[in-house]
Structure formats: structure tokens, C-alpha cells
């Protein structure tokens, strides 16, 4: 008789996109470029802590007050509701690497 593996629940990939594209925000703020962007982590990974920090509080505060961040918060917070709604109306869908598991 052969064993099954067991579907192990995978976390929401919908709270972990809301909660990276909030950290990809305050790591970068609204810097882009087609070259190597600098942010929170390069500054502080090169030793640059008081960079770093100013860098973090500035980013943090635009989170709130600019549109650009108040943007990032509505589809942090659309995405996290949806992947709520979902594990609330499916139960039963559990995600597993690349294979979508059911139980019955």
C-alpha cells in the first residue's frame, strides 16, 4: 500500500505579497532606475546605520502622507482582504508548491 504525502497548509500568498510590497516600500521608497537602487538594506548592510535609519523614518513617513504610499497601504490591504476572503469561504484549498490540494 503506498503512503500519501500529507498536504501541509501553505501560508497566504496573498498576506506575504501585501507584506513585501509594504517592505519593498520603505526599503526604497519611490526610487527607481535602471541601475542598482540603493535603500534601507545597502545602506545598512555598507555600514551606513544613521543613513540607514533616516532613510527608513523618511520612507516610513511617505508610506502614510504621499499618494504614491497611500497607494501601496490600499493594495497591501485589498490583497490581504482577499486572501482572508478566500481561506474563509474555501477552507478546504490548501496550496502546496506547485500542486493545489483539496480535501474531501
Keep these: 500500500m503506498a503512503r500519501r ?3 501541509m497548509p501553505h501560508p ?3 498576506g506575504m505579497a501585501a507584506g513585501l510590497s509594504v517592505a519593498q516600500y520603505l526599503n526604497q521608497g519611490t526610487k527607481t532606475g ?6 534601507v538594506i545597502s545602506e545598512a548592510v555598507g555600514g ?3 543613513g540607514a535609519f533616516t532613510e527608513l523614518s523618511q520612507n516610513a513617513i511617505a508610506l502614510s502622507t504621499s499618494t504614491t504610499g497611500r497607494a ?4 497591501a490591504i485589498v490583497l490581504a482582504t482577499a486572501g482572508g476572503l478566500a481561506r474563509k469561504f474555501f ?8 500542486k493545489l490540494y483539496f480535501k474531501i
Excluded at 34 to 39: A, I, K, M, Y
Excluded at 91 to 98: F, R
Design 48 to 50: 551606513n546605520l544613521q
Design 12 to 14: 497566504s500568498i496573498t
Design 91 to 98: 477552507p478546504s484549498v490548501k496550496l502546496g508548491g506547485t
Design 72 to 75: 501601496v497601504l490600499s493594495s
Design 34 to 39: 535602471n541601475g542598482p537602487v540603493s535603500g
Design 5 to 7: 504525502k500529507p498536504a
